[in-house]
């Protein structure tokens, strides 16, 4: 089993639309976690953190399930500018950051 | 303030050939990165610095790829011989805080093609 996996999408949604991607990990001793966004042919770029009680950002809420091992991002009211791929990580303590493949988001017109 | 800087943005090589990769971290970060990105993955942890020592080294392909750090600030990354495989994004990363995203920023990235 992958250490973090994500559905590789691409989701298509409408702009105005909410949409959500999930993110499972594989070990349970993960602490920190993260959305990345990484847009077509640049660096990725932290979204927000991602807390057990949950944050919300402007359009954009997370939410961590421990129990469950999955973390998840809502984004509501989709603007074409949110197109891109959503990248999950988690980091065990202040060691490495383990990135998953990415959900990419296509918001059309 | 400005960010990690890389160079080149761009390589192709013919596959046994050698590449070589720099990268200038944030002025202050302590903590460097080297990430392997494939096409359609996400980004793969290859070395860690913290100044000029070796942290993690686990994920880095010892027979082909080596990176230094030498006065714990500008990086290199290179692979000898480069296979076909190795096409990939190489993005250089720092932070002030090891492991902590909040302070971490990534370089543009080297886009290498192997043929």
């Known amino acids: 089993r992958k250490e973090v996996e994500q559905d590789p999408g691409p989701f298509n949604v409408p702009e105005g639309a909410t949409v959500a991607f999930n993110c499972t990990y594989s070990n349970s001793a993960s602490q920190s976690f993260f959305w990345y966004r990484q847009d077509c042919r640049k660096e990725p770029k932290l979204l927000m953190s991602v807390y057990s009680s949950g944050n919300e950002d402007g359009r954009f809420t997370a939410q961590l399930n421990r129990a469950s091992q999955y973390i998840s991002l809502l984004i509501r009211d989709s603007k074409l500018s949110d197109s891109a791929t959503y990248l999950c990580v988690v980091t065990k303590g202040y060691s490495t950051l383990t990135f998953g493949k990415g959900t990419m988001l296509l918001v059309s017109p | 303030e400005a960010g990690v800087a890389q160079s080149p943005r761009y390589k192709i090589i013919e596959k046994r050939q050698s590449v070589a990769f720099w990268c200038n971290p944030i002025?202050?970060?302590?903590?460097l990165y080297w990430y392997q990105q494939i096409l359609g993955q996400g980004p793969k942890l290859l070395i860690q610095?913290?100044?000029?020592?070796?942290?993690?080294d686990s994920q880095l392909p010892k027979d082909r790829f080596s990176a230094e750090r030498l006065k714990g600030v500008d990086s290199t990354l290179k692979i000898q011989p480069a296979k076909l495989e190795d096409s990939a994004v190489y993005l250089c990363a720092s932070s002030l805080v090891a492991g902590r995203p909040e302070t971490q920023y990534f370089g543009p990235g080297t886009r290498l093609l192997v043929l």
């Open positions: 610095f913290q100044n000029n020592g070796v942290v993690d």
């Open positions: 002025s202050g970060h302590a903590t």
